[in-house]
């Protein structure tokens, strides 16, 4: 059985649209990948179609995660089987509060009539919270609803600490966040590097790949990766822009 | 497929009001409804003869008024008036002794969990089964401090006095068609006196159960809290599910003394083929406070607009209403608030679940007249449509005369979107975890409003409405 | 041109009531009327004779004075000398115009065409009739619908017609406004003003209808009906005026709204005159990208009675629509305000709002609101909202503050109150006609 997240030749489309165009992409165990890519290269649909979302459709490709076909499954069920998306834009639930939606998609993970053991869930919350300099009130405001940018993103980084996620891809979380909450959210993903777990940052900017160091680059174009390589692969691009992969294309 | 006993465990946690015993009645009015029916009610009763007369002109009033199908559901008209059965009974008085229950009815009550609740945190509870109440009993230090909690037959027998005085002055006869019914083939419902002063701390409970096919319930309630008294009462009600349609239509009249407190909370279970057209109506004297905290989660049709009239300066009234319509059912609820002293302030916030084919619709009436100065409403319904075949309607009416009273509506219909059930599944919960939780956070404000062990059962309903709603 | 009407003689057999017209009042025109639309006379005549009108029950009546609104004894408008109200309607005009009608008792007595784009036929409605019957006829009373003015909709229907029909052909822009004031006078006179505007693709087309009395303390009638059609991507907007004398006019007016795909419709009543005015709007949201907005301002004081009821309905996926409706009370004024959205199955993605406000400014005045929602569709945004109050004192000291008086202070807040509906509207020339207006009625309140 393999141990990584790998995705062969994917193909995906929203309204007939094809984004994803043969993209092929494996993250071992162990590892953070970073994509990066200019606006519109696809970067965000990849998230959501291994995600599941229905508006998009797979029309060929697979994505397998240890040796699993996770395309075969329900969005819940590749959520409970270890996969986790980290949200460009979490959305907002009225009237649920943080602490019962954690609490539901803990229990959701337990075997049918067992119950969660609430005293250990809150103290590992509380714990959690804390290492994200979250505030206590947290807990009971509704997930999302009437957030800013950088506690949404907070909120995204807490709840993949609480669902222990086997592979984690994070969409844009450096989008709208100021220099000390990116630290903090950059602290929280390291802090669960392990050699038990993967991670795809996807993001437009380089600045987020100065405190997740990755351990490989990809470049994204046109829905198919198009240059991989070290964590410099990242400062060439900032360096020299986008432009600079696309004529290094063309010329190929 | 699972044995018999586990479906049968199953049932009961699905509906726990889904099972019913065989009949077994002492006092039995036959179908339909005429002069003798009333007679026969009054009769076993021993009724006076003012009152008599009071169910006769009300027949009459019944009668001549037509069904209000111009602005309400047509599905009134499936209501076979001459096919019901107005009276059942057992006989015999209530008992204040659960074990001289009748074993069937006792059952009922014990499956029904009500025994349990009256020793955990009730101050007192009624429990009717069909026409009579069959277990009545209020603690004995509410009792020493005067409170009176007992059936409306014998707190017409014991409290004339007091009965009549207010009887049928909240919601006269004619008020509406079903009111009229009520009036003239009630039986059953409670009878509440608190005096000046007693603050009842736990909530006083009453239990409707209908056991019997083609049966109409009719109970009448009247609730007097005598000036800065304060009582919270409670009412819940099932019934087996049935081939045919049954009708409930109650009468609740609340009169808040001066100072006085009212909080009277309903969850309405009735199974999918009741036709629950309730009257209820609370007068609220000098800085008194009558507050409806309404759910409807069962029945085929309910129509019920709780109501408050502001008389006396400074009065106060509120509806909190939640309604959840599922498959083939119509919520029709709201709240009327009649202001008619200065300075009187009313509260509306409804919140209503439409799920499948289900129907919500939420009416309000506010009024405000011209000599008065310093009224205030305020109005919100919010509706959450689950399914694309979910309906919602609002149609709230109101009157303000004079400049100096304010009012305010706001109304908004919003769905659960497609985007938060995918963000809620990523997270691993399945679909229909997910529209639970979204449906519990819309109503979560209002879930707190209901005392702590209804606002459980209430959440549990919620859940389990909504479990199969998706797919 | 000059129309006149029959004497009551055609059909007087018909049973009627005598609250109404004996019998119809059909035309004899100086122009031949097409067969079609003499038929919709006849059996219009028929249904009315046969409506008994509305009742205590009929929720499209509820709150309203049926007293008012059992008229009696209407007579055809005669004709009377209307040099001036001509020279009123040119004194009174906006400053800049596509075209100018005026009509004094449903005849046209004034009209200047010059400024129209080329294309565009814009006639009053009986020489549309016979000139372009084909073209009218097709838009022509199609509304089905109805708010509870169905017995006026028919008598309508049968008279003979004022008002104008407006046709503007694929992509033609009319920049200014076209207006048209509507005269009546004489005791018991009725005028019938139609108003019919057809936009077809990528247009964009403005006009103002205005209603006023010939003289005060007369008893008159207005039974008007306005249908506008937006076709693809059209911009259409229509404004109704009502200023006729508050001791006797009587303004009925049914509008009718359909917004085809990715057009928007901006409809408004503005009423200051009248003792009694009943609105109809109904507004179709036909295909995707339509849109309507609904606008009121009213300002009503003495006995008058503003009774408004209206209808958003979507119809299409991805329909917008917004009504705003303000009235400021005062004496013993009252207002109806009625409003329903409905979201019809399979219109899904619509945004729908509906807002009514009323202020209220002495203590017998009375408003009443009803909004109303229907969602029977998917992924729909919809909210409502209604509030009655007052100027606050807070507001009231904040300007005096200023220097301002707390009297202008109460006149420039109410104001501000009204002329935000008014501000929505298309054309500065056209607003500040408005503006001018309520703040003249404003001021003759002091």
């Given amino acids: 059985m393999s141990n990584s997240l790998k995705i062969e030749n994917l193909h995906a489309s929203v309204e007939d649209t094809e984004i994803l165009k043969g993209l092929s992409l494996e993250i071992p165990k162990g590892e953070v990948h970073a994509i990066m890519g200019p606006n519109g290269s696809g970067k965000s649909t990849l998230s959501k179609v291994i995600a599941g979302h229905e508006d998009y459709a797979v029309s060929g490709g697979t994505v397998h995660m240890d040796g699993e076909d996770l395309l075969a499954l329900e969005i819940d069920e590749r959520s409970r089987a270890g996969f986790f998306l980290a949200f460009q834009y979490p959305h907002e639930i009225p009237g649920v509060s943080n602490a019962n939606f954690l609490r539901a998609a803990r229990q959701a993970r337990l075997p049918k009539g067992e119950e969660i053991d609430a005293v250990a869930f809150y103290k590992e919350m509380y714990a959690k919270m804390d290492e994200l300099g979250m505030d206590r009130k947290f807990t009971a405001r509704s997930v999302n609803d009437g957030f800013s940018g950088g506690e949404k993103k907070r909120n995204e980084i807490l709840q993949m600490m609480m669902l222990d996620p086997k592979y984690a891809i994070l969409d844009e979380t450096d989008s709208g966040l100021d220099i000390d909450a990116l630290k903090i959210v950059a602290q929280g993903v390291n802090s669960m590097r392990s050699p038990e777990r993967g991670f795809l940052v996807i993001t437009h900017y380089q600045r987020l790949l100065d405190y997740i160091v990755p351990d490989v680059v990809h470049v994204m174009h046109d829905g198919k990766i198009v240059k991989t390589g070290g964590k410099d692969l990242a400062l060439e691009l900032e360096e020299k822009g986008y432009d600079w992969v696309t004529e290094e294309l063309a010329v190929a | ?471 | 041109m000059s129309l006149t009407l029959t004497p009551p003689d055609k059909m007087a057999d018909k049973q009627s009531t005598d609250q109404w017209f004996a019998s119809a009042p059909l035309t004899e025109s100086s122009v031949d009327l097409p067969d079609w639309y003499q038929q919709i006379q006849a059996s219009s005549w028929e249904q009315f004779c046969e409506n008994g009108g509305p009742t205590r029950l009929d929720q499209n009546w509820r709150f309203a004075d049926l007293k008012k609104v059992r008229l009696s004894g209407l007579l055809p408008a005669p004709e009377v000398d209307s040099a001036s109200s001509v020279e009123r309607a040119l004194r009174n005009r906006l400053e800049a115009f596509a075209a100018h009608f005026v009509f004094v008792n449903n005849r046209l007595v004034h009209s200047e065409t010059g400024s129209l784009p080329e294309g565009v036929i814009c006639l009053p409605i009986n020489e549309a009739l016979a000139k372009h019957s084909d073209l009218v006829q097709s838009y022509f009373l199609k509304e089905e619908g109805c708010l509870g003015g169905s017995k006026f909709r028919q008598i309508h229907a049968a008279a003979s017609l004022s008002g104008v029909f407006v046709h503007v052909p694929r992509g033609v822009i009319c920049e200014d406004p076209i207006l048209v004031n509507h005269f009546v006078g004489g005791d018991s006179s009725t005028i019938f003003p139609h108003t019919l505007i057809v936009a077809d693709d990528n247009t964009s087309v403005s006009v103002m209808d205005t209603f006023q009395s010939i003289q005060e303390n007369e008893e008159t009638y207005a039974i008007g009906n306005v249908d506008l059609h937006a076709n693809n991507g059209a911009n259409l907007q229509y404004v109704a005026f009502e200023d006729a004398s508050d001791t006797g006019a009587k303004h009925v007016q049914l509008n009718s709204s359909k917004a085809g795909r990715d057009s928007s419709i901006k409809s408004a009543f503005v009423n200051l005159g009248a003792a009694w005015v009943r609105n109809e709007s109904i507004n179709h949201m036909a295909d995707s990208g339509a849109d309507c907005q609904i606008y009121s301002a009213n300002l009503a004081n003495g006995i008058q009675e503003y009774d408004q009821r209206t209808l958003q309905v979507h119809e299409a996926q991805h329909t917008t629509s917004d009504l705003l409706f303000k009235n400021a009370l005062y004496d013993n004024a009252r207002t109806i305000f009625s409003g329903l959205i409905q979201v019809l199955p399979g219109s899904h993605h619509t945004d729908s709002y509906q807002t009514c406000r009323n202020l209220l400014g002495s203590k017998a005045a009375e408003a009443n609101a009803m909004p109303g929602l229907e969602i029977d569709a998917d992924q729909v945004k919809c909210s409502h909202g209604s509030t009655s109050g007052q100027i606050s004192d807070e507001e009231i000291f904040y300007l005096q503050a200023r220097g301002i008086t707390a009297e202008d202070a109460r006149r420039i807040i109410s104001l501000g109150f009204l002329n935000e509906t008014v501000s929505r509207l298309d054309c500065d020339n056209l607003k500040e006609f408005l503006f001018s207006r309520i703040e003249r009625k404003f001021a003759s309140l002091a």
């Fill in chain 2, 1 to 471: 497929m699972p044995d018999s006993a586990t479906l049968e465990a199953v049932n009961i946690d699905q509906d726990e009001g889904a099972f019913s015993y065989p009949e077994d009645y002492k006092h039995d009015a036959g179908t339909g409804l005429n002069e003798g029916t009333l007679d026969y009610i009054s009769d076993i009763k021993k009724e006076a003869d003012w009152l008599r007369e009071f169910r006769k002109k009300a027949l009459k009033v019944f009668n001549d008024k037509p069904m209000p199908t111009h602005w309400a559901s047509d599905d009134l008209e499936n209501i076979i008036f001459q096919n019901i059965r107005y009276y059942l009974a057992k006989g015999g008085a209530p008992t204040r002794n659960w074990d001289e229950v009748p074993d069937d009815v006792k059952e009922t009550f014990e499956r029904l969990g009500i025994p349990e609740k009256e020793r955990k945190f009730l101050a007192g509870v009624e429990a009717q089964f069909d026409s009579e109440a069959a277990y009545s009993n209020v603690k004995e230090a509410l009792s020493k401090e005067g409170v009176i909690f007992v059936n409306s037959t014998e707190g017409l027998r014991e409290h004339p006095e007091l009965f009549r005085k207010w009887f049928g002055k909240v919601i006269p006869t004619g008020d509406n068609k079903f009111s009229a019914l009520n009036s003239a083939v009630f039986s059953g419902g409670s009878f509440i006196y608190v005096p000046p002063g007693v603050k009842v701390k736990h909530p006083l409970q009453a239990y409707f159960r209908i056991n019997a096919e083609n049966f109409g319930q009719f109970e009448r309630t009247l609730i007097i809290v005598d000036e800065g008294a304060e009582v919270t009462y409670m009412e819940g009600c099932t019934a087996p599910k049935f081939e045919t349609a049954t009708l409930h239509s109650a009468v609740v009249e609340l009169v808040a003394m001066k100072d006085a407190k009212i909080q009277y909370i309903t969850v309405q279970n009735w199974s999918n083929n009741v036709f629950n057209l309730v009257t209820k109506r609370g007068l609220a004297h000098e800085n008194a406070e009558i507050r409806w905290i309404d759910c409807n989660i069962g029945s085929r049709l309910t129509m019920k607009y709780p109501g408050v009239i502001m008389k006396g300066r400074k009065a106060r009234g509120e509806v909190i209403s939640i309604a959840l319509a599922n498959d083939g059912q119509h919520q029709d609820t709201g709240a009327k608030m009649i202001h008619a002293a200065d300075e009187t302030t009313s509260n509306v916030v409804a919140k209503s679940i439409s799920v499948g084919t289900g129907v919500s619709t939420y009416r309000g009436q506010v009024h405000i007249p011209k000599h008065l100065k310093g009224c205030k409403n305020n109005t919100e319904c919010d509706a959450l449509l689950i399914n694309s075949t979910s309906k919602t309607d609002t149609y709230p009416a109101i009157t303000v005369k004079g400049n100096e009273h304010s009012t305010q509506h706001e109304a908004s219909v919003s769905q659960v979107s497609e985007d938060q059930i995918f963000y809620m599944k990523q997270r691993g919960l399945s679909e229909g975890e997910a529209m639970s939780l979204s449906v519990n956070g819309f109503v979560n404000d209002l879930v707190r409003e209901f005392p702590m062990e209804y606002s459980v059962e209430l959440k549990r309903l919620i859940d389990m409405e909504m479990e199969d709603s998706v797919g």
